[in-house]
């Protein structure tokens, strides 16, 4: 069987990683961090997934999990490195592809004739193409001339919360520069994927995950600016959504703080970025959803203004209901915001133990309780399960504002 490197050992890195240990392939996993590499190298995790600690240390137990800050020889390997993006000067964003072309480059030593080089990492359209292109300048570099290297790009779809069951059930794309790259791909991915895989270029495979992202984006932005519609018109957005749903083709989403996570709030940019005269409504359901946060922060601003000393409870601070990540999260910006406004802020995550650093000395971390009995304005923003047992009567004689609609 094949051995593996794979390049990040973070949110997808890491399942990818472990599920392929699993199954009885030699895997060693890379990061930069010498801390990742020795917790994982212990068994344990640093990131919050359900079941993925089980996987790991099964992996890890097995024997064919290491983990080291260097790659080395293997039959293939895994790009999942992170690929955010730059701001510029008017507002939209370009993709830092510098992780990537790091990683891609520090596996230049180590390829062999006939190696299959994946990338997963979320991607522009042509970022394959330049895998091949920098592993190629850097091999000249070293003088080494490798014959035959494959390359494909296999984008994840696995949704936070629910990775380790989506990683083996959702169908994949295999997009190959080369239709046997492709099919590589697919012979080394059907080992634990028990879904559909399908074969296409390169280019295709990256479009098709910013498209699948772009297209939750937009549909998002459709729910926030109906709930600012519902504001102005003195109507419950829930109860609109929940009946216009009722019809068969209307599936609308649900209105939020903002999008956050590190997927959906930056893949569309890519789109924007390559095709700006022609992505209008992805640049503009971005910037609806992007603007959120500031009006929820106003609806929160107003609420306190009622009261002579008002505290404020922010509950949640994660992107997303049941998780602990807080990068790109739209609650840490509006309770960042509202203590910048000057008010005394409390905030509830049941999911973390201390502050993100943009937070610490100006807000205060509490339990629910504390925030419950000390505050008289309370902005719910994250459904967190942990909140599910608050009704409105918790909240009499305090203001509410409930960006999720979850108390009832
Ligand atoms: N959100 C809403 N309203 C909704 C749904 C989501 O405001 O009705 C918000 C969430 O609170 C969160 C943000 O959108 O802040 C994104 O959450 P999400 O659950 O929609 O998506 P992610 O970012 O956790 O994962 C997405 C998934 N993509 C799609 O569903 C098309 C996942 O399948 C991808 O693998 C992942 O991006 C990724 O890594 O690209």
């Not at 992107?319 to 998780?323: E, R, W």
């Given at each position: 069987m094949p051995s593996l490197c794979v390049l990040g050992l973070g949110y997808i890195g890491l399942p990818t990683a472990s599920i392929f240990a699993t199954k009885g392939r030699r895997v060693l996993g890379v990061d930069v961090s010498p801390s990742v590499v020795e917790t994982i190298n212990s068994g344990r995790i640093h990131i919050q997934e359900p079941d993925l600690d089980v996987l790991v240390r099964a992996a890890v137990q097995s024997g064919n999990l290491k983990a080291a800050t260097l790659p080395a020889p293997a039959d293939v390997f895994i790009l999942a490195v992170p690929t955010p993006f730059l701001a510029s000067a008017d507002g939209a964003r370009v993709p830092d592809l510098s992780f990537v072309e790091a990683a891609t480059r520090s596996i230049a030593p180590f390829v062999a004739a006939g190696n299959l080089i994946i990338l997963e990492s979320t991607s522009p359209v042509g970022t394959t193409e330049k895998v091949k292109g920098w592993l190629e300048a850097e091999l000249a570099k070293l003088g080494r001339k490798v014959d035959g290297l494959l390359y494909a790009h296999c984008p994840e779809r696995i949704l936070p919360g629910q990775m380790l069951k989506e990683l083996v059930s959702n169908d994949r794309i295999c997009g190959g520069l080369t239709p046997v790259a492709a099919d590589q791909a697919r012979d080394l991915y059907a080992s634990f994927c028990t879904a559909q895989i399908f074969l296409t270029d390169a280019r295709t495979a990256e479009l098709a995950k910013l498209t699948e992202n772009a297209f939750r984006d937009v549909n998002i932005a459709f729910a926030n600016e109906l709930s600012l519609i519902c504001d102005k018109l003195g109507v419950d957005v829930w109860e609109l959504i929940r009946l216009a749903n009722r019809h068969p083709r209307v599936k609308i989403l649900q209105p939020g703080p903002g999008v956050g996570g590190h997927c959906i709030a930056v893949d569309p940019w890519f789109i924007v970025d390559a095709a700006p005269a022609e992505a209008r409504l992805l640049r503009t359901a971005r910037e609806v959803n992007d603007s959120k946060p500031h009006h929820v922060v106003a609806q929160v601003r107003a609420a306190a203004a009622q009261h002579a000393h008002p505290v404020v409870a922010c509950l949640g601070l994660a992107?997303?209901?049941?998780?602990d990540d807080l990068r790109e999260s739209p609650a840490v910006e509006i309770t960042a915001a509202l203590a910048a406004a000057g008010l005394p802020v409390l905030a509830v995550e049941p999911h973390v133990r201390t502050l993100p650093p943009s937070l610490v000395g100006k807000a205060k971390l509490v339990s629910i309780e504390e925030a419950m009995a000390a505050a008289n304005v309370i902005v719910l923003l994250v459904d967190h399960r942990?909140?599910?047992?608050?009704?409105?009567?918790?909240?009499?004689?305090k203001a509410l504002i409930d960006t999720r609609g979850q108390i009832r």
């Open positions: 992107f997303k209901a049941n998780v942990a909140f599910g047992s608050l009704t409105l009567a918790s909240f009499a004689g």
